[in-house]
């Protein structure tokens, strides 16, 4: 990794953490720090760090390795520069058992001929304001690897099948001896006649070429829950790609992007609606239709409200997304001065003034009063 980080430090996970809380602790902050998702400055080299961290950690060899020796790379051998005093502690058996688990004598490796979940996918969907709200089912589309329909996965041409590998006898790995002035050094390597994978294909799939895999265009209807916010997520098992050697697909992660409103805010379950009124009706009260998601409400506006003033709408709001139970829907008052008068309104506010018992300089000083009081 770069930087010599410690992969179990970077996915906050303890040594003898099992692979699922590993994969658990990878998802959650690959989410957490996607640079589609997270814009701070950093976050695209803490996915890296992270995507890295969980390669080695996913994979049994390179786990198994880090752990011994504290790295994955060629030169972890430089480890057995901390030995002092021709002190070697317990290696009792001498250089050729050192060597011997140095080169992975301890077949601690995982090899390719075992079966092995596909890669997971992922999709980015967009929606609308009251999509989100309400939820839908669609189908989509995307491409994906699958198992070859012709050969069904196993790379070999129709009527054959793939033969067991007569130098590695199926195992996909090989050990190779040899001796050196310190002692004989024993080392375990993919096979070079099956790639690791302890089988020969004689006649290949003409569809797949011998992978045993197509790409395909792969279509999956998705039930959208009401209530999805921007940035969740959603997991569709076994829909991903396809896996290997008889493993299972891989899953696709669905993240959601949704459009703003133009007239609506929205904070979890709880929707913002600003709803203006004449000075009249703030003054006098009134009865006005109010919009919501759900539809246009009424709502009583007591005599004498000032703008800012807020009024709940319950159950007008979204739904929770896994109780499903309905927010509310603020209403924020906004008094609106009007811009021109005619005569007759000019009169009457005049008359107003009058009847309050305010002295009116001019027209400017009766508007800015209004407006100093939030008309």
């Not at 379950?269 to 109010?290: R, W």
């Amino acid at each position: 990794m770069a930087g010599n980080k410690d992969p179990y430090e970077v996915l906050g996970v303890s040594r003898d953490a099992s692979a699922a809380e590993i994969k658990k602790a990878y998802r959650r902050l690959s989410k957490k720090y996607h640079p589609d998702l997270n814009k701070e400055p950093g976050a695209e080299q803490k996915f890296k760090e992270i995507n890295e961290a969980y390669e080695i950690l996913s994979d049994p060899q390179k786990k198994a390795q880090f752990d011994q020796f504290g790295s994955t790379g060629t030169n972890a051998g430089q480890g057995f520069g901390g030995f002092q005093g021709g002190d070697f502690g317990d290696f009792s058996g001498g250089f050729e058992d050192i060597f011997s688990s140095f080169f992975g004598g301890g077949n601690t490796g995982r090899s390719r001929n075992q079966p092995r979940q596909g890669h997971d996918l992922q999709y980015n969907m967009t929606l609308t304001f009251e999509e989100a709200i309400f939820g839908k089912k669609t189908d989509i589309q995307y491409t994906r690897e699958a198992l070859c329909k012709t050969c069904k996965g196993t790379g070999a041409k129709p009527g054959t099948h793939p033969e067991t590998c007569q130098k590695c006898h199926g195992s996909g790995m090989v050990r190779e001896a040899q001796n050196t002035p310190l002692g004989r050094i024993i080392r375990e390597a993919e096979c070079n006649v099956c790639g690791g994978t302890g089988k020969v294909i004689r006649e290949k799939c003409q569809d797949c070429q011998g992978t045993g895999h197509v790409k395909e265009r792969h279509e999956v209807e998705v039930s959208i829950p009401a209530g999805i916010e921007d940035g969740n997520q959603m997991r569709l098992q076994n829909q991903g790609e396809a896996g290997f050697n008889g493993g299972p697909y891989g899953d696709l992660y669905i993240v959601f992007r949704v459009k703003p409103s133009k007239i609506f805010k929205r904070d979890g379950t709880k929707i913002f609606f600003t709803q203006p009124i004449s000075f009249v009706q703030a003054a006098l009260g009134d009865e006005v239709l109010v919009k919501t998601v759900h539809g246009d409400v009424k709502l009583k506006i007591p005599a004498g409200t000032q703008t800012g003033a807020t009024f709940r709408l319950r159950g007008k709001g979204a739904p929770h997304l896994r109780t499903q139970e309905m927010g509310d829907e603020e209403v924020t008052v906004k008094v609106m001065t009007p811009k021109k008068l005619n005569s007759r309104q000019k009169e009457a506010l005049k008359a107003f003034a009058e009847a309050s018992g305010e002295k009116v300089a001019g027209e400017g000083s009766l508007f800015d009063r209004f407006k100093k009081h939030g008309f």
